[in-house]
């Protein structure tokens, strides 16, 4: 079994990776279960030195690693460069956070001294996705990597490219053998990983379906996982907001990565009022973006990453102008590479609507008042990031307590940052990445009592 990348853009094959055979799986295994011992033994400050070189070795590598993501799955070289920064930045924080958050947590009792310890669990498996092929491996690693865990990184299929650099970058940066190793194995393999004792936890990143399995198997071992699946994230326009600027952020939402992501504005819902004049700036910003070739400067969005996910697109976009949808953008396809859409009248029961839309297609939704809008965005299985337009405050942060997600940004771009906590509600998962509490998902959180 060999997995191969393909570039999106092109078509043409890059490479060939050999699938790890069961005798060099179980190797690896091993090998990540007794780095823990001593990984975990050493300080704080000296796991972090490690980090501080990986930091710098990003930054220095950034074009050749940006090359590759692009090249894999299909982002422009910009938004691949810009990703690889965006790891360095997560490791600086947590560099300079980490002392803080790791430190034990004194508590008054009646005992002569209570506190809590926070210790790693050992070897953690990580199974990721292409979307963001290098950050999403970072925001895992550098917290549970820094906290004293090892990992295991299982990467999607068609971005082993990626997954072996990225374990390239440890091993550059002087990480004893084993603190993290990439497993090239098929995610049918994944059940013989999380069954195996020296395997303590799992994160995962991608669909429900596959979110649900790992789940399971993990539950089945009561071992610890952490999901972060789809979204169909809602960006509400009120009547009172800055159109100009809510019209630019959303479309920079929906469209930035080729519309894959699982934060994306999914849903624009735009409060009556306002819905034309919104809608006419959403068009000009479609209509100025350069679909194309993403190694090129004046791309501003390369081709999806998969043939099988254009598809998709293009059989949600049709289903929901046959259930009653006016296309205001057609997003003509040639393979992998789609012209953005944007879709009006679109409404609870319609696949752009109800289910994840994982490319560029933006739908436009028309709610009556504050009250129906968020009725719309809470109309949805998903529950993972939002947005919200409005000056007035106030509003925002009333409103902004009854919207089912784990994020709600107002007046700004939902995004990740490591600075504070990530993941969602319903199908979109459970657990969080990032900021403090991402870091001790993965801890034993343990008290100590002495009298
Ligand atoms: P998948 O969920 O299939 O893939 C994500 C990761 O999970 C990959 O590493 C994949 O490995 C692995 N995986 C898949 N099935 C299993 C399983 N049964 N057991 C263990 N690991 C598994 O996503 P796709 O790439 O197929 O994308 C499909 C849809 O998922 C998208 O359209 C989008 O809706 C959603 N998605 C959401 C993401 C997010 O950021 N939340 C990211 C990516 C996808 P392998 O590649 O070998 O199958």
Not at 44 to 55: C, D, H, I, Y
Not at 112 to 129: D, E, N
Not at 355 to 368: D, M, N, S
Request: glycine content about 8%.
């Amino acid at each position: 079994m060999n997995f191969t990348s393909v570039n999106p853009y092109t078509q043409q094959k890059i490479n060939s990776y050999p699938a790890l055979g069961a005798q060099a799986l179980d190797r690896k295994i091993r090998q990540a279960d007794r780095a823990f011992a001593d990984w975990s033994a050493l300080s704080l400050e000296n796991r972090s030195g490690f980090f501080r070189k990986v930091a710098a070795y990003l930054r220095s590598e950034k074009q050749r690693y940006g090359e590759l993501m692009t090249a894999e799955m299909g982002k422009t070289l910009k938004e691949s460069i810009a990703e690889v920064e965006k790891c360095a930045v997560g490791v600086d924080y947590y560099i300079e956070h980490a002392p803080t958050f790791l430190a034990d947590l004194m508590i008054p009792t009646e005992a002569k001294t209570s506190f809590v310890a926070y210790q790693p669990l050992g070897a953690v498996l990580a199974i990721m996705p292409w979307n963001f092929p290098f950050w999403q491996v970072f925001r895992f690693a550098v917290p549970s990597l820094l906290a004293g865990n090892v990992g295991l990184l299982k990467h999607a299929a068609n971005v082993s490219g990626c997954s072996l650099a990225i374990e390239e970058i440890f091993r550059a940066c002087d990480f004893p053998t084993g603190v993290f190793q990439s497993l090239l194995i098929e995610s049918k393999t994944v059940e013989t990983v999380l069954k195996d004792a020296r395997v303590k936890a799992v994160t995962l990143t991608g669909s429900e379906k596959a979110g649900a399995s790992v789940a399971s198997i993990a539950g089945s071992q009561i071992k610890k996982s952490v999901l972060e699946l789809g979204g169909s994230d809602a960006l509400i326009v009120l009547a009172d907001a800055d159109l100009e600027k809510a019209a630019k952020v959303a479309v920079q939402s929906r469209m930035q990565n080729a519309g894959q992501s699982c934060i994306a504005a999914k849903r624009f819902i735009v409060e009556k009022a306002v819905k034309t004049e919104f809608t006419d700036r959403v068009l000009q910003h479609i209509q100025a973006i350069k679909q194309g070739n993403p190694m090129d400067d004046t791309t501003t969005m390369g081709p999806v990453a998969r043939m099988d996910l254009a598809e998709a697109i293009e059989r949600q976009c049709a289903e929901t102008v046959r259930q009653g949808a006016r296309v205001l953008h057609s997003g003509n396809r040639d393979g992998c590479n789609i012209q953005p859409i944007l879709l009006d009248k679109v409404k609870p029961g319609m696949s752009g609507f109800d289910e994840e839309t994982f490319g560029p297609l933006a739908v436009i939704v028309e709610a009556k008042d504050e009250q129906d809008a968020v009725k719309l965005a809470n109309q949805s299985n998903y529950g993972l990031g939002s947005a919200l337009w409005t000056k007035d405050l106030d509003r925002a942060e009333r409103l902004a307590r009854q919207i089912q997600a784990g994020s709600v940004f107002v007046n700004s771009l939902m995004r990740s940052d490591p600075r504070v906590p990530f993941g969602g509600v319903k199908l979109s998962g459970f657990g969080r990445e990032l900021a403090e509490v991402g870091m001790k998902e993965f801890l034993n959180i343990k008290t100590v009592w002495m009298e």
